[in-house]
């Protein structure tokens, strides 16, 4: 048995020049990011647990496969799915189409966790602006 704990992971901070973007991210199970564990599910899934500081956002962006995204901690998440715009809080889940434009903005006092899970192994992140330390708008996990 493997046991992740989202507070022991070693996060990356991403951002975008001339926005509130700011989130810390890490792929536990994935085999591509660089702060992985290395480690892969059996189906082909990849996990994703990300970090929304207070008046920060997760920039828009597409990604390859569904994703649902499970909000942990947090309150007052501005949730951005294609046109739709809604309210997410802890315990709450948002599934996210392939390739539908989506975002998430922390207009609460606490950081926001999130955890996300994709329908595949291999996922590729497509974003408006370039990420910082990337250095691209396309991320592949």
Known sequence: M??????DLELVE???AGSDMEVRAN???SPAFPATTGLELAGGHTVVYFEIPPEKELG??????EE???CLEGDGIEARVGDATGELAAGEL??????????FRNTGEETARFVGF??????????????EPVGERILKT
């Open 2 to 7: 493997t046991a992740i704990r989202f507070d």
């Open 14 to 16: 991403m951002t975008q």
């Open 27 to 29: 792929f536990p199970f």
């Open 60 to 65: 828009t962006h597409k990604d390859s496969p």
């Open 68 to 70: 649902l995204v499970l």
């Open 94 to 103: 948002v599934v996210i189409p392939a390739m539908e434009p989506h975002g």
């Open 118 to 131: 994709f329908s595949d192994s291999t996922t590729v992140h497509e974003f408006e602006e370039d990420l």
